[in-house]
């Protein structure tokens, strides 16, 4: 059965009370494992599709840096630290650090998209009954709500890396060395590795969540009569 059509059967249901629920269930073909709808096999391929299809273009040049969504910026707390820079006429350095970060977050989403890809195997059947009545990216939300806080501990050491690797480490050396020379400023020493680890997951989730619901709501995608059928009930 075409991923698509399986995931489309529990996302695009939840619009429906638990009686017309059934009843559609009841009228439209399924797929079986040992007599069971296989949801949550739709919800892992869709998933995968996202990572696959989505997460790639973060991995690309400028994948984070030119991509508004997804782009990172100066922490809060640094803030202060770039507007100095520009008054003093260092903003190329600025921008460089900016530039700098995403660089790292594109080359460590890179190397970890198999850790990505192998958080969504565990997904049960239960799960899936239970995405099934969810919000707009259900299945996104219970994948960062499954994955975040051990792919945080994975992720972590890849950003570290590639800011080795990028060249970020040195940029943002010269750019906090800089600015603590700066007279009568609080001197700074930001965990730079942590905050786009985060930054770079947000990323990656969000991204997962465009492809999800480009897999429900998009007209063009509904390739088979099943897909017809399901959509022309939520239309």
Known sequence: MNFKITLFLFLSFFTFSCDELQD?????????TNGTLDIAAGLRQALDKGITKQVSKLTQKDGFYKNEMVKILM????????????NIGLGNLADEGIKALNRAAEDAVKEATPIFVSAVKDITFSDAKNILMGSDHAATSYLQGKTNQSLYTKFNP???????????????????????????????????????????????????????????????SRTTSLLQQVFALQD
Not at 24 to 32: D, K, Q, W
Not at 187 to 215: C, F, Q, R, S
């Open 75 to 86: 922490p809060d707390e640094l803030e202060k630290v770039d507007k100095a820079l520009r």
């Open 24 to 32: 559609i269930a009841n009228t439209l073909p399924t797929e079986t």
């Open 158 to 220: 890849v950003i570290k890396n590639s800011f080795n690797k990028v060249g970020a480490d040195q940029i943002w050396e010269t750019i906090i060395s800089k600015y603590n020379t700066i007279p009568f400023v609080n001197k700074v020493n930001p965990d730079l590795t942590d905050y786009v680890t985060n930054e770079a997951l947000k990323g990656v989730y969000k991204m997962i969540a465009v492809e999800e619901k480009e897999i429900r709501n998009n007209i063009n």
